[in-house]
């Protein structure tokens, strides 16, 4: 699990996870997100994302605040 929290216009590039799931929970901010060839959405507050495995992913900071999130892996990622 980890705390993570992007500046307006700050960008988690596109990727992906080979075997983790991943869970976000939006705490706070708007966050535009985009899932592989899907059309980006906009989520804000309370909004949970899932994302399987292998699925390229990307996330970006809308204004005007910081974007904050709660973000679970499973398997954990090692770091």
Sequence with gaps: MAHGTLKPGGVADR?????Q??????LGGLAKISLWVQASQNVGAGS????PPGLTH???????????????????ISR
């Design 15 to 19: 990727h992906f996870h080979d075997i």
């Design 21 to 26: 799931y991943q869970a976000m929970y939006v």
């Design 48 to 51: 949970i994302i899932r994302i």
């Design 58 to 76: 990307e996330v970006k900071s809308m204004e005007p605040d910081d974007l904050e999130l709660l973000i679970v892996y499973s398997p954990p």
